[in-house]
């Protein structure tokens, strides 16, 4: 163990990878103590225990081991090794088993028992069959057992304790999003997919299928595109109600990456439109189907707002006045209406009153235009509630 680590105990770690969240080092409570010993080690420094059952074979319940933990996420294929010797007069534990766990209660044994022969340290790297854990940390235990004797000097000396393994390619994720959103029925908005690439390695291969919800379909002009490179297949036919994004040619995209693809799409149908994609997926990393492997959009098309206007007085004489109020009503009940425009030009022989007596109102917000002796009126900016 490296001196810059320190002499407390459990020791600290010499050494973590940057994506390694956790390492840890633990003492079952079955040990009497533990130190860092400065004049033994391979090359120097080691962590000496003692307290090891005498008995000749192994119950787990006496809680005499050692424990190693790492964080696993972005790993496979872990491996486990430590350098160990028993104390100069041979009366530490002569026998040690492995443990493994991938939660830090339940541990399964694997590999042989490692016979401790002799005061030259030894190291120890048995094959780890898994499993491991890929969403948090992976549990490594030494116990040791068949000691010459309980005394203080019956000690185990360990050293160079390392976990390894092969880092692990993510699959990529995706998100959607329509730009324009509402839209009114028949319109056209673009849909946007967003690609990222949250790995330390470029991945290859990456595609993904959208089925498109029902009311919707690609725009007469889909104007699609992408920002991935490797030139992906990517080219969504008018009216078509399936994407395909890198089916035959997939998109490659280097580490920590991200880039879109987008399409134009029309709502044919009134009301809120929900998408789900299919899920994403890359050679080196697979298929995502976890919550971000998926990408879920709802676009929203919406009826227009109906007009109709009445006269206060009708008929009246040549040069009377009548009051003409304009009603508009939006027909959609759950989404309000913005920017609503009305604009009314008047017959020939109809013009505003003058003075305009009573004063133009207006319970639609926006701004109403309408002179006096002008022949229309018209309404912009305006918004109506559902």
Same mark, same amino acid.
């Given at each position: 163990?490296?001196?810059?680590?320190?002499?407390?105990?459990?020791?600290?770690?010499?050494?973590?990878?940057?994506?390694?969240?956790?390492?840890?080092?633990?003492?079952?409570?079955?040990?009497?103590?533990?130190?860092?010993?400065?004049?033994?080690?391979?090359?120097?420094?080691?962590?000496?225990?003692?307290?090891?059952?005498?008995?000749?074979? =192994?119950?787990?319940?006496?809680? +005499?081991?050692?424990?190693?933990?790492?964080?696993?996420?972005?790993? *496979?294929?872990?491996?486990?090794?430590?350098?160990? !010797? !028993?104390?100069?007069? =041979?009366?530490?534990?002569?026998?040690?088993?492995?443990?493994?766990?991938? +939660?830090?209660?339940?541990?399964?044994?694997?590999?042989?028992?490692?016979?401790?022969?002799?005061?030259?340290?030894?190291?120890?790297?048995?094959?780890?069959?898994?499993?491991?854990?890929?969403?948090?940390?992976?549990?490594? !235990?030494?116990?040791?057992?068949?000691?010459?004797? /309980?005394?203080?000097?019956?000690? /185990? @000396?360990?050293? *160079?304790?390392?976990?390894?393994?092969?880092?692990?390619?993510?699959?990529?994720?995706?998100?959607?999003?329509?730009?324009?959103?509402?839209?009114?029925?028949?319109?056209?908005?673009?849909?946007?997919?967003?690609?990222?690439?949250?790995?330390?390695?470029?991945?290859?291969?990456?595609?993904?299928?959208?089925?498109?919800?029902?009311?919707?379909? $690609?725009?007469?002009?889909?104007?699609?595109?992408?920002?991935?490179?490797?030139?992906?297949?990517?080219?969504?036919?008018?009216?078509?109600?399936?994407?395909?994004?890198?089916? $035959?040619?997939?998109?490659?995209?280097?580490?920590?990456?991200?880039?879109? $693809?987008? $399409?134009?799409?029309?709502? %044919?149908?009134?009301?809120?439109? %929900?998408?789900?994609?299919? @899920?994403?997926?890359?050679?080196?990393?697979?298929?995502?189907?976890?919550?971000?492997?998926?990408?879920?959009?709802?676009? %929203?098309?919406?009826?227009?707002?109906?007009?109709?206007?009445?006269?206060?007085?009708?008929?009246?004489?040549?040069?009377?006045?009548?009051?003409?109020?304009?009603?508009?009503? *939006?027909? *959609?009940?759950?989404?309000?209406?913005?920017?609503?425009?009305?604009?009314?030009?008047?017959?020939?022989?109809?013009?505003?009153?003058?003075?305009?007596?009573?004063?133009?109102?207006?319970?639609?917000?926006?701004?109403?235009?309408?002179?006096?002796?002008?022949?229309?009126?018209? /309404?912009?900016?305006?918004?109506?509630?559902?």
């Amino acid at each position: 163990m490296p001196p810059a680590a320190g002499l407390g105990v459990p020791p600290l770690f010499s050494f973590k990878a940057a994506d390694v969240a956790a390492a840890t080092a633990a003492s079952g409570a079955g040990l009497d103590a533990s130190t860092i010993n400065a004049s033994i080690g391979n090359p120097v420094n080691s962590w000496a225990t003692h307290g090891y059952s005498n008995a000749a074979t =192994l119950t787990v319940a006496n809680n +005499d081991y050692l424990e190693f933990s790492a964080t696993t996420t972005n790993y *496979n294929s872990l491996t486990f090794s430590f350098d160990a !010797r !028993r104390d100069a007069t =041979l009366n530490g534990p002569a026998s040690l088993a492995l443990y493994s766990s991938t +939660d830090g209660v339940t541990f399964t044994p694997y590999g042989a028992v490692i016979a401790v022969g002799g005061v030259s340290f030894a190291t120890n790297n048995q094959a780890f069959p898994g499993p491991s854990n890929a969403s948090g940390l992976t549990y490594f !235990r030494i116990y040791g057992y068949n000691a010459a004797n /309980l005394a203080g000097t019956a000690l /185990l @000396f360990v050293d *160079n304790i390392t976990i390894g393994g092969c880092q692990t390619t993510p699959p990529p994720t995706i998100t959607k999003t329509f730009l324009a959103n509402p839209v009114a029925v028949n319109g056209t908005s673009t849909l946007q997919f967003t690609i990222t690439n949250p790995g330390t390695t470029a991945v290859t291969g990456v595609k993904f299928t959208d089925t498109l919800p029902a009311g919707t379909q $690609v725009a007469a002009a889909p104007s699609a595109a992408t920002t991935c490179a490797g030139s992906p297949t990517w080219a969504p036919a008018p009216a078509a109600t399936t994407l395909n994004f890198g089916q $035959v040619t997939g998109a490659t995209m280097a580490a920590g990456a991200s880039c879109t $693809v987008s $399409v134009n799409v029309v709502a %044919t149908t009134v009301g809120p439109h %929900t998408n789900v994609s299919g @899920f994403v997926s890359s050679i080196e990393g697979g298929t995502n189907t976890g919550a971000t492997g998926s990408a879920v959009g709802t676009l %929203t098309a919406l009826q227009p707002p109906s007009v109709t206007k009445t006269f206060s007085a009708s008929p009246i004489l040549t040069g009377a006045t009548s009051l003409l109020t304009v009603t508009i009503q *939006n027909p *959609n009940p759950g989404d309000a209406l913005s920017s609503v425009a009305v604009a009314d030009a008047y017959p020939a022989g109809l013009v505003n009153a003058n003075p305009l007596v009573p004063a133009v109102t207006n319970t639609c917000g926006g701004a109403v235009i309408a002179v006096a002796s002008g022949n229309g009126m018209s /309404l912009s900016g305006g918004s109506i509630a559902a």
